[in-house]
């Protein structure tokens, strides 16, 4: 039989994370978001062109000279998005040929800085992917990283005198434990009731939120300010930085991509993670073939909940050295649409979140250098997750084919699922 | 005059598949025309081009000589073509009228409906063509048969003249069946047409004026049945010779692997579904479980098999009580189970062929190393399994999915029996298969036994339990009420206990305890009493995962 000589080749290919990745692009499914990303930022250009007001006021005299103007302002703001994102190449180029370390640093800081941006929404994006794969929707990321922040600075200000091999590591483990905490109680909820996760996990944001509130104007309150905010965490718990001011880039980056290295071993190289997509893609099979769903399903929330939560953690240990109750910019609500346009997968959810990284980065460049509103970055992140969500007018406009099967289907089961 | 339908060329493409290919079809008036053809064959194709669900890519429809254009539904039955679907279309809280009526409801001045005129009509029709209908009862109280019929009805007064009925067997007794062919014969004397879809050969050979067959969207051949016979058919449709029959030893039997004492399961809606059930399987020996879909033969695998909680009873395993045992225990005891729905409990389809072979074993050694899996070991395994059962797939790492039925219901039979089993239990095990997936899921079963493992076998299909059963119990209303050997058992008489009803006299087996048989033909009894009493010859449950 034909098909036996194709076996014998195929043992000898070892399958690595990024193998499969790269195995799904060749599929075609992940080609729609990659083509998804790159609609999503023309239209958002388009958006830029139609909103500036130059082209209403030359529309009537010269067209064509009002068009030049719109497609001039949405290059501008788009070159501010690279500048402020990624770096002037002007500048890098210039710092270069000084060797001067101050301007380096600046001409580097952006790059750097968006990857700084990135590690929240890596951790999240790891939290929500890690739950869809089980089949859960974990929509109390947000919540969860509250609670892995307020630990994490509890442990972080509280605890003096440790070295900081013994602290750092001690924060971090604090904010993956609250998160952890968080997840587990929906978790529970839904294996052993069937309450919903979804509801549940959104009532438990709201649980978060007040409470951070509450002792952030009470116990974990700083002394001497009545503004609702946090004492410093020792230096000891600070993840450390590599670069002198105003680089923040910091240790918390390879903390997450050695995070998502571990779900990824978790997922596809462990029983449990057998056990985790068992139950997330069929759990009557997985009833069937005896696995315990109700274990499963707790300790696949709390292990997203423990992510997010080291989402607040790096927040609070590497960049703020605080917490305050506006320390998150939604990353736990972002998440959701980066673990989709990553298809749950570890390496898409890290690229997804470089990409929020980038562009969150890069906004207020644009918004700086360009006159255009941080909202616009919004919106083409909106109409990128649209396309991902409603795959059919990526295939339309590229006309490609169908997959022959739905894989990259959400894996999550629906109400009273 | 012209046939009153006729198909010319019809071809139909979806994404890698060619599902009809050039296919001629021609009906008469008065007819009864058998389309045969394995699943997957291209028939429902055809049938919903024809019903106009699917437009096709090349060919032409004539009705009545006339050039048809069927874009919906709603064309063809103005055009006189309706369809009786394999699961029907209708509320069970609503009454036959109110069904019959939907979507050509006769309203009154006003727009109120008006269910007398209906009704009138209603009963017109059952009487001429003796369906025996009362328009005032509600669906949800009528036997499957009963629906058929509604069903049927709902055809009749739309005016259709052709009729399309899909597998319209495959949820009735035999008696049924029987009446379901008388009533198709008095369909055809009053001059309506008839396509009869189906896999079965003897049906197609008892009823059919016509038979065509189709494979691979193509049709081999027409033929009669005074022409025809019933390997000659199954040959046609497989495209090789098929032996229909099964060889077996005498059995050699063992001690009892499983013993099940008393059992009481409930349903999903809280209520009894297997009431006070008593059988033993041997070692060595299928005992085969007759009885129409939906007696309770669900909730009975699952109970045995550890994925319902019991309600009252005992199940003994060999030597151990599993009554609440988890179905990782009894997997563990040697227990294999090929489940009833295959895609739903037995596969995880996007997974690969190899994940989905070591489903209940990939915990143990050597799948796990601790908490590793080993994933060149399970590849390994998985391609000697992929040679040894003959599944058919591009490699061990194609996703389950993307197999044929056949072949996912291999990878099954593969993982459950490759491991040390005392006890097989296979659920509905080659419904919906090709005939040479059933020549070898049976082939494997009967290696089971003859290896001195118990089979328990539980099939809906008559032929399947006599050809491969040693023992039979026929199930009915949650109740098994006969256990005769399989030798010198007649069709008729299982055809009968399946419907319920215990002729006096009848001898039930020797293996069941006295005490029991009394107990089973009392109950029995009152249950033919019942069934005179009421006329419901069958309970009205019909499968969940329709």
């Known amino acids: ?417 | 005059m012209p046939p009153v339908l006729e198909l010319r060329n019809i071809t139909k493409r979806f994404p890698g598949v060619l599902a009809n290919d050039h296919i001629d079809l021609t009906l008469n008036r008065g007819e009864i025309h058998a389309l045969l053809g394995e699943n997957g064959a291209g028939k429902t194709t055809l049938m919903n081009i024809l019903y106009g669900l699917y437009q096709p890519d090349e060919g032409e429809i004539f009705i009545n000589g006339q050039k048809a254009e069927i874009h919906s539904p709603t064309d063809a039955i103005n055009l006189g073509v309706g369809m009786v679907h394999q699961h029907f279309m209708l509320i069970p809280v609503f009454t036959v009228t109110e069904n019959v009526m939907l979507g050509s409801e006769s309203l009154q001045l006003g727009g109120v409906l008006d269910r007398k005129a209906a009704a009138e009509r209603i009963r017109e029709i059952s009487e001429a063509y003796g369906l025996a209908v009362n328009p005032d009862d509600h669906i949800r109280d009528l036997p499957v048969g009963g629906q058929q019929r509604v069903e049927i009805i709902k055809l009749l007064y739309r005016e259709a003249d052709i009729l399309i009925l899909d597998e319209p067997t495959a949820v009735l007794t035999p008696q049924e069946a029987d009446e379901l062919f008388r009533i198709m014969h008095s369909l055809t004397e009053r001059g309506k047409s008839i396509i009869f879809i189906t896999h079965k050969l003897r049906e197609v050979l008892d009823i059919a004026d016509r038979i065509t067959v189709i494979r691979r969207g193509k049709v081999v051949g027409s033929t009669t049945p005074k022409q025809a016979n019933q390997s000659k058919l199954a040959a046609m449709m497989v495209g090789r010779e098929v032996d229909l029959s099964v060889h077996k030893r005498a059995a050699k039997l063992g001690a009892a692997v499983l013993q099940v004492q008393d059992l009481k399961v409930a349903d999903d809606r809280g209520q009894l579904a297997v009431d006070g059930v008593s059988f033993a399987v041997q070692a060595g020996e299928v005992l085969g479980i007759a009885g129409v879909q939906g007696n309770g033969q669900t909730e009975l695998v699952e109970a045995l098999t550890g994925l319902r909680s019991t309600h009252a009873g005992s199940i003994r395993l060999l030597d151990e009580d599993i009554t609440r045992a988890d179905p990782r225990r009894i997997t563990e005891l040697g227990s294999a189970h090929i489940p009833e729905d295959r895609q739903r409990d037995g596969l995880v389809l996007n997974f690969p062929v190899a994940d989905n072979l070591v489903l209940n074993t990939y915990y143990q050694a050597p799948f796990s190393k601790g908490a590793v899996l080993q994933q060149n070991t399970i590849s390994e395994v998985a391609r000697e399994r992929v040679s040894k059962f003959d599944i058919r797939t591009p490699g061990v790492e194609t996703h389950a999915s993307s197999l044929s039925g056949g072949n996912q219901q291999k990878v099954i039979v593969a993982r459950e029996l490759s491991r040390p089993v005392k006890l097989v239990v296979a659920s509905q095990p080659t419904r919906g298969l090709d005939v040479g997936s059933i020549e070898y899921i049976h082939g494997r079963l009967i290696e089971s036994r003859d290896s001195g493992v118990g089979v328990l076998l539980v099939s809906s299909e008559l032929d399947e339990i006599m050809q491969l059963s040693d023992r039979i119990a026929v199930i009915y209303r949650g109740k098994i009420v006969d256990v005769l050997p399989a030798k010198g058992a007649s069709k008729e008489k299982i055809g009968l206990l399946m419907a319920g009803v215990v002729q006096k006299g009848a001898k039930a087996s020797p293996k069941v305890a006295a005490k029991k048989k009394a107990v089973t033909k009392k109950t029995a009894k009152k249950v033919a009493k019942k069934k005179a009493a009421t006329k419901t010859t069958r309970p009205t449950k019909r499968r969940k995962d329709s």
């Not at chain 1, 064509?64 to 690279?82: C, K, M, N, Q, T």
């Not at chain 1, 790096?314 to 609500?333: C, D």
């Open chain 1, 1 to 417: 039989m034909a098909n036996q000589d194709n076996e014998s080749k195929a043992p000898a290919q070892k399958k690595s994370a990024f193998g499969i990745f790269l195995q799904e692009l060749g599929r075609g499914s992940v080609l729609v978001p990659i083509l998804a990303i790159i609609t999503g930022l023309f239209l958002g250009g388009l958006i830029v062109a139609v909103t500036t007001e130059a082209v209403y006021t030359t529309w009537s005299s010269s067209p064509l000279e009002a068009i030049s103007r719109g497609v001039d302002a949405a290059l501008r703001s788009y070159s501010a998005l690279f500048n402020g994102s990624i770096g002037n190449p002007e500048r890098i180029a210039d710092a270069l040929a000084s060797g001067e370390g101050a301007a380096l640093r600046r001409a580097f800081n952006p790059f750097l800085e968006s990857l700084t941006k990135s590690v929240p929404y890596i951790f999240a994006g790891l939290a929500v992917a890690l739950g869809f794969r089980a089949g859960l929707f974990n929509i109390g990321a947000e919540g969860q990283l509250f609670m892995g922040a307020i630990c994490s600075v509890y442990v972080g200000f509280a605890l003096t005198g440790l070295p900081a091999f013994i602290h750092l590591p001690l924060a971090l483990g604090a904010g993956a434990l609250g998160g952890a905490l968080w997840g587990f109680i929906p978790g529970l909820l839904k294996a052993k009731t069937g309450g919903h996760e979804v509801i549940n996990t959104i009532m438990m944001n709201y649980i978060a939120f007040r409470l951070s509130e509450y002792l952030l104007r009470g116990p974990l309150q700083r002394p001497d300010t009545t503004n609702p905010i946090s004492p410093f965490i020792e230096t000891t718990a600070q993840l450390p930085r590599f670069f002198d001011s105003p680089i923040r880039f910091h240790l918390g980056f390879f903390v997450a991509l050695a995070a998502a290295y571990g779900v990824y071993w978790l997922l596809f190289k462990t029983r449990l993670g057998f056990e985790l997509r068992t139950v997330g893609a069929n759990p009557s099979a997985a009833r069937y073939a005896g696995m315990n769903i109700v274990l499963v399903t707790v300790l696949a929330m709390s292990l997203s909940g423990a992510l997010a939560g080291l989402a607040g953690a790096n927040e609070v240990l590497g960049v703020n050295y605080t917490l305050a109750p506006a320390f998150s910019s939604g990353y736990g609500f972002d998440s959701i649409a980066l673990a989709l346009i990553g298809k749950s997968h570890p390496v898409g959810v890290v690229l997804a979140a470089l990409l929020f990284g980038f562009l969150r980065n890069g906004a207020l460049q644009m918004q700086i250098a360009a006159n255009v509103p941080v909202d616009i970055i919004s919106v083409m992140q909106a109409l990128i997750l649209a396309f991902i969500a409603a795959p059919a007018i990526i295939r339309t406009i590229y006309r490609l084919r169908a997959p022959a099967q739905q894989d990259d289907e959400l894996r999550v089961r629906g109400w009273g699922g």
